[in-house]
């Protein structure tokens, strides 16, 4: 379940950019610059919501799904989930209009073992082609008894 959006973060300055988000300014596409443009991203989380359930996890096998759908005026050069310190990147998927990835199985399983209760932070982020960046996190809750059968995993 959804509990709520945790925070909403944008970063405008390149230099700041730089500190924040090492891996991300490299997935920029080449020939990309730096305009005038202030707009950051506006990013939505798609999946998971609140079906963290035996459905999910019936999946789990190719990892945990996310998708967001990540907007911005001047273009996006990359998005990313991350939770508990893992990282992975999204792709656009031309047939949804999302970004789309996966936890990895043995990633999301470590995570779950790593928590002590059934809840866990979601943060996606985005940059942009003039090098705005936006960050949003939510609070994501996996239902019993799908917790405590992960844990055991």
Do not use: H
């Not at 996310?66 to 990313?80: F, I, L, N, R, Y």
């Amino acid at each position: 379940m959804i509990r709520t959006n945790v925070v909403t973060r944008t970063v405008g300055s390149l230099a700041t950019l730089a500190l924040v988000l090492l891996g991300l300014a490299a997935a920029l596409p080449a020939g990309a610059s730096a305009a005038r443009d202030t707009q950051t991203p506006v990013i939505t989380l798609v999946t998971p919501q609140d079906n963290l359930q035996e459905k999910v996890f019936a999946e789990l096998d190719d990892g945990l799904l996310v998708q967001a759908k990540v907007t911005d005026d001047a273009g996006v050069a990359s998005v990313e989930w991350e939770v508990q310190g893992e990282r992975g990147p999204l792709s656009f998927n031309q047939a949804t209009g999302l970004y789309e990835g996966r936890i990895p199985e043995s990633e999301f399983l470590e995570i779950v073992a790593e928590i002590t209760s059934c809840d866990f932070i979601l943060t996606i982020r985005a940059l942009d082609l003039s090098f705005n960046y936006a960050e949003s996190s939510w609070q994501l809750e996996i239902q019993e008894p799908s917790c405590s059968s992960l844990k055991r995993r």
